[in-house]
């Protein structure tokens, strides 16, 4: 059974740092795995897709890399802003083409000035 | 503008009775699915629907039931059979492809479930 783990669950840093989440399964069998992030009490945005055969992938502040022979990912983000405030989580694709997603528990950012 | 709409967007519901939880999309996509989120943990899938008139069982599908009419619209009943059923209830769609390689799961605003 897949298991999606992130660490921290929680993290606090001021405005201006760079900081890395981290995501761990225990399956590496994966077909894809995707970060979202959610805002308190809303539904949840996609902010990278990385395939299996891929090692990462960026979008503007945001780099996401992916090692699945080790079972592992992190979310780099650059110069973080309060505007990133808000739990990122990260889900894997199970290995088939429609396959379901595993979500790991998220980690909750916050940033402040 | 395309996108998913859930509603309603905040649901009470005494013990016993059973409640539908609504969700559209007009991304003219296939798939759809039902996710389940309680506080602190991720998400975890109920239902998913890869095409009309087809649904399958996810993870935590007891006490819940689904519909697919229609491409568009894929329907969440809790059934008093829930035993817990107050979370937060998030509908998903993706394009079903062939090759798969862009499958993206986009996900509507949620529904928030209480029982009194």
Same mark, same amino acid.
């Given at each position: 059974?897949?298991?999606?783990?992130?660490?921290?669950?929680?993290?606090?840093?001021?405005?201006?740092?760079?900081?890395?989440?981290?995501?761990?399964?225990?399956?590496?069998?994966?077909?894809?795995?995707?970060?979202?992030?959610?805002?308190?009490?809303?539904?949840?945005? =996609?902010? @990278?897709? $990385?395939?299996? %055969? &891929?090692?990462?992938?960026?979008?503007?502040? +945001?780099? *996401?890399?992916?090692?699945?022979?080790?079972?592992? =990912?992190? @979310?780099? $983000?650059?110069? %973080? &802003?309060?505007?990133?405030?808000?739990?990122? +989580?990260? *889900?894997?694709?199970?290995?088939?083409?429609?396959?379901?997603?595993?979500?790991?528990?998220?980690?909750?950012?916050?940033?402040?000035? | 503008?395309?996108?998913?709409?859930?509603?309603?967007?905040?649901?009470?519901?005494?013990?016993?009775?059973?409640?539908?939880?609504?969700?559209?999309?007009?991304?003219?996509?296939?798939?759809?699915?039902?996710?389940?989120?309680?506080?602190?943990?991720?998400?975890?899938?109920?239902?998913?629907?890869?095409?009309?008139?087809?649904?399958?069982?996810?993870?935590?599908?007891?006490?819940?039931?689904?519909?697919?009419?229609?491409?568009?619209?894929?329907?969440?009943?809790?059934?008093?059979?829930?035993?817990?059923?107050?979370?937060?209830?998030?509908?998903?769609?993706?394009?079903?492809?062939?090759?798969?390689?862009?499958?993206?799961?986009?996900?509507?605003?949620?529904?928030?479930?209480?029982?009194?």
């Amino acid at each position: 059974k897949q298991e999606v783990t992130q660490i921290p669950a929680a993290l606090s840093v001021p405005e201006g740092e760079n900081l890395v989440l981290n995501c761990s399964f225990t399956d590496s069998a994966i077909y894809n795995l995707q970060w979202f992030r959610q805002d308190p009490g809303k539904g949840l945005t =996609s902010l @990278l897709l $990385i395939q299996s %055969s &891929q090692r990462e992938q960026t979008s503007g502040r +945001l780099n *996401a890399s992916l090692d699945k022979s080790s079972g592992r =990912s992190t @979310l780099y $983000i650059a110069a %973080s &802003q309060p505007g990133d405030s808000a739990t990122y +989580l990260c *889900a894997v694709r199970r290995g088939t083409s429609y396959g379901k997603l595993t979500f790991g528990q998220g980690t909750i950012l916050t940033v402040h000035p | 503008d395309g996108g998913i709409t859930q509603s309603p967007k905040y649901l009470f519901r005494k013990e016993g009775q059973n409640v539908t939880l609504s969700c559209e999309q007009n991304l003219n996509h296939d798939a759809m699915y039902w996710y389940r989120q309680d506080p602190g943990q991720g998400l975890r899938l109920i239902y998913y629907s890869q095409i009309v008139n087809d649904f399958q069982k996810g993870d935590i599908a007891e006490g819940y039931s689904v519909s697919r009419e229609k491409k568009e619209s894929f329907p969440l009943t809790v059934t008093s059979a829930q035993k817990n059923p107050t979370a937060f209830y998030l509908c998903a769609s993706s394009i079903r492809t062939s090759g798969g390689l862009t499958d993206t799961q986009y996900f509507g605003p949620g529904t928030r479930l209480t029982v009194l």
